[in-house]
Structure formats: C-alpha cells, structure tokens
C-alpha cells in the first residue's frame, strides 16, 4: 500500500510542472498566455457544459472529463507544439510516444496502463468518445483566438482554410455546433483576425 501511495504522490507532484507549460493561446483578457492546467480545465468543463449538442447515447461524458484531463500531461516533458506549426509537428509523435512511456510509469502498473490507454485513445479520434474530446480541445483555443481578436491566428500567419480544416472535427463530432465555428470564422476574416 506504502509503495503504491508513494508512486501516485510522485505522479501528482511531477504533473504539477503542467501549470508551467505556456501554450500560445492567451486568456481572453489578454493579459498573459494560457497553461497546459488552465487548458485542461477550461476544455473538462465546456465538454461538460456543452455535451448536449453531441450524441449522448454514443458518448461517454466521464470518460471525456477524464481524457480532458489527461490528453496533455505528457507536455511536460514534450512540450507544447503549436498547432499550425508545420515543423513542429513532424516530430511530434516521436516527442509525445517518449514523454507518455516516462511519464506514465511513474504511477502502479494499472493507473498507469488506463491513463496511458486514455490518452492513446484521445490522439487516434477514432471512437465518439475521443472524436468529442477532440472537438472540444480545438474548440477552447478557437473561441479563446476569436475573442482575443485572432492574437495566436495572427502570430502564427494562419489562414482560414487552415482553420477550417483544424475545426472540422466540430462538424463531425457535434454537427449542432458547425454553423457557430463557421460564423466565427467569417466574423474573424471580416475584423481581420483571419486571412483568408
């Protein structure tokens, strides 16, 4: 039981380094830019708040929450990769797949296998579970970009069609949602947050 205890408080303490990692998107008051945690949490709780336009008899709301919560602890050791970042992402698998193997077997064998599981499962999107947490996680940073008048859209020399493509697992997972995504795009290229 001691040896048990003692893996999962080192577990909880070397994922607190996630409320270090910087992500590009900026809180909506624009005074600072977000944390992988503030992430996670912001992403958990609109997945909770926004379950109702997805299909409930196919997805598994607490199963989400927990994805929410685990889909980017390996950034610790990964780090954060922008995703409109051509280069950045060619070596993410390679990046992430180390930082899961080392960060997961800090827990007991089974936490460690059924996080690690979640995780695998968020970054295939090729159950409804992970296809919703998937629309969610791009969903949080879009709303983020679009009331910080396009801030990471504008650094990042991001296009619409680049948008659209990142957001279209909005429009398979929660189809109720699409006319939104697209109203906002089309709000942002006509306040010059994006070009097209």
Known sequence: MRERLEKQIHFLAEVDKMKNILRQ????????????????????????????????????????????????????????????????????????????????????????????????????????????????DRLQPFINNYFTEGHTWKLGHVTSDKVYKRMDMVRQSTPDLWEFVVDVINDSIAKGYLTR
């Open 25 to 136: 998107t900026l809180l909506i008051d624009k005074s600072r830019r977000e944390n992988d945690a503030e992430h996670s949490w912001h992403f958990a709780l609109m997945a909770m708040i926004l379950y109702e336009y997805t299909d409930q008899t196919k997805v598994n709301l607490d199963r989400v929450l927990k994805m929410a919560l685990v889909h980017d602890l390996i950034e610790i050791y990964a780090g954060d990769t922008f995703a409109y970042d051509d280069i950045g992402n060619e070596s993410k698998k390679e990046r992430e797949d180390a930082a899961a193997e080392q960060l997961f077997a800090l827990l007991p064998e089974d936490q460690g296998t059924e996080l690690r599981s979640l995780w695998e499962e968020f970054d295939k999107m090729e159950t409804s579970d992970s296809r919703y947490a998937a629309a969610i």
